[in-house]
C-alpha cells in the first residue's frame, strides 16, 4: 500500500525553521569592532593618557613653529631689562571697569643705592597694547621661509616677558619654546635608534640562541651594569672641545641611543623565546621560509606593541638624559639651546633667591616627561588584548 504525502503539509509544518534558515543566509553576518576602533576606544578611555597626549601634541607644534610663537630672538638681548620679572598681562586699564584689549604696563627701573640691586616698578601712566602678528628678530620659518613675523607682541616702545628674563637679558619664554626642538628632537632621534638596535639585536638573539646569545646578552649586562651619569659623562667629556654644536648634538645624540638599547634588548629576546616555538613559526619553518623572513616578517611584527609601549616610555629617560648632560655642561652648546642648557644659569642658591623664574625650563620638563609617561600607560593598557573599556 502507497502512502502518498501532500507536499503543502511539509512545506506549512516546517516553514518556521526553514524561513530562519533562509534568513539568517540572506542576512550578512554582523562585524565585530575594528581593531584599530577597538585600541582607540580603549586608549580614549584614559583620561590621563589623554592629557598627556595633548600635550605632547601641543608640544610639538611649538617645537615646530618655535621661532614664530616666540616674541623675541633666541640671541636677542634686552640689555636694559636684565634679571626682569615676568610682566602681568591685564585686561582692565586701572579706575577702568569695562575690559579692553590685553596690555601690559611700562616698566621703570630703580637700583638701590645700599645694595645695588636693581628692581623693576610697573609705571601705570604707560601701557601698551599687545598685537598679533608683529614685527621683530628676523628668522626662517620651518628652517626654510625667511620671516620676521611674530605672533604676538607690544607695540613700539613696551616689552612682553612672561617668564621675565636671564641675568643677560634674554627672554625666558622665546628661549624655552625655541629649546623644546632640540629637548624633544634628541630624544626622538635617540628612542628610534635605540629602539631599532634593541629590537632587531633581541629577536636575533633569542631566536638564534648558542654563543650569539651568550655573546649579546653578556654584553648588554656590561652596558647595563654602568652607572648611567657617570657613563653619560665619560662619553660626553671625550667628545673634542672645540666640535660644533650640530656635530655635538648628533654626538650627543648617538651616545645616548647606544646606551640605550640594551634594556629593550633584553625584553624582546625574552618575547623572541616564548614565541620561536610557536606554531606558527614551525610552519613557517615547513614552508620554507628564510631566517630573515622569519625574523623581519614573522616574530618581530608580534613583538611590535611592545616595542611601541616600550619606546613611549624611553622617550621621558632620554629627554631627563640629555638636560642632565647640558645641564652639567657636556650635552648641548651654544648656538644651540635646549631645557637643561637654560637651567644651568639656575644651578647656585643665589640665583634661585634672585631669580626664581629661571626654573621654567625645569617646569617644562616635569611636565612633558609626565605626559609621556601617562602616554605610555595609555597605550600600554589599549595594546593590551585583555584589558576592558571603562
Not at 291 to 316: D, E, F, K, M, Y
Request: aromatic share 10%; hydrophobic share 50%.
Amino acid at each position: 500500500m502507497t502512502t502518498h504525502i501532500n507536499p503543502s503539509t511539509l512545506t506549512t509544518e516546517a516553514e518556521p525553521e526553514t524561513q530562519a534558515q533562509i534568513v539568517s543566509l540572506q542576512t550578512p553576518p554582523k562585524r565585530g569592532v575594528s581593531r584599530r576602533r577597538l585600541l582607540w576606544a580603549r586608549f580614549k578611555a584614559n583620561r590621563l593618557g589623554m592629557i598627556g597626549t595633548l600635550w605632547i601634541v601641543i608640544l610639538i607644534f611649538i617645537a615646530v613653529f618655535a621661532e614664530f610663537l616666540a616674541p623675541y630672538g633666541v640671541e636677542e638681548v634686552q640689555r636694559d631689562f636684565k634679571k626682569m620679572p615676568p610682566q602681568r598681562v591685564y585686561f582692565v586699564k586701572e579706575g577702568d571697569w569695562l575690559p579692553t584689549a590685553p596690555f601690559v604696563y611700562g616698566y621703570e627701573k630703580v637700583v638701590n643705592r645700599e645694595t645695588f640691586s636693581t628692581t623693576f616698578v610697573e609705571d601705570r601712566s604707560v601701557s601698551y597694547p599687545l598685537r598679533l602678528f608683529v614685527k621683530g628678530m628676523p628668522y626662517k620659518l620651518l628652517g626654510v621661509i625667511p620671516t620676521d613675523v611674530h605672533l604676538f607682541g607690544a607695540e613700539t616702545g613696551g616689552t612682553i616677558f612672561l617668564f621675565g628674563t636671564d641675568s643677560l637679558g634674554y627672554d625666558v619664554f622665546s628661549r624655552v619654546l625655541i629649546a623644546s626642538r632640540v629637548s624633544l628632537l634628541v630624544p626622538l632621534v635617540g628612542m628610534l635608534i635605540a629602539v631599532t638596535l634593541g629590537s632587531i639585536i633581541g629577536v636575533a638573539s633569542g631566536y638564534w640562541g648558542g654563543l650569539p646569545d651568550l655573546f649579546i646578552q653578556r654584553f648588554t649586562e656590561v652596558l647595563m651594569s654602568f652607572p648611567r651619569i657617570p657613563l653619560w659623562l665619560a662619553l660626553a667629556a671625550a667628545l673634542p672641545a672645540d666640535m660644533p654644536s650640530f656635530n655635538r648634538y648628533l654626538g650627543v645624540t648617538a651616545l645616548l641611543s647606544l646606551i640605550g638599547w640594551a634594556g629593550l634588548c633584553r625584553q624582546i629576546r625574552g618575547k623572541t623565546l616564548a614565541l620561536k616555538e610557536s606554531e606558527f613559526i614551525m610552519a613557517a619553518r615547513v614552508a620554507g621560509s628564510s631566517q630573515r623572513t622569519i625574523l623581519l616578517g614573522h616574530l618581530l611584527p608580534n613583538c611590535i606593541s611592545h616595542i611601541i609601549v616600550v619606546a613611549t616610555l624611553t622617550i621621558p629617560g632620554l629627554i631627563l638624559a640629555e638636560s642632565s648632560l647640558s645641564f652639567l655642561g657636556v650635552g648641548i652648546t651654544p648656538p644651540l639651546v635646549s631645557w637643561g642648557t637654560l637651567l644651568k644659569e639656575a644651578q647656585n642658591v643665589h640665583a634661585l633667591l634672585s631669580i626664581p623664574w629661571l626654573l621654567a625650563p625645569g617646569a617644562f620638563i616635569l611636565i612633558t616627561v609626565l605626559a609621556f609617561n601617562l602616554f605610555g600607560d595609555a597605550l600600554r593598557d589599549a595594546l593590551d588584548p585583555y584589558s576592558k573599556i571603562r
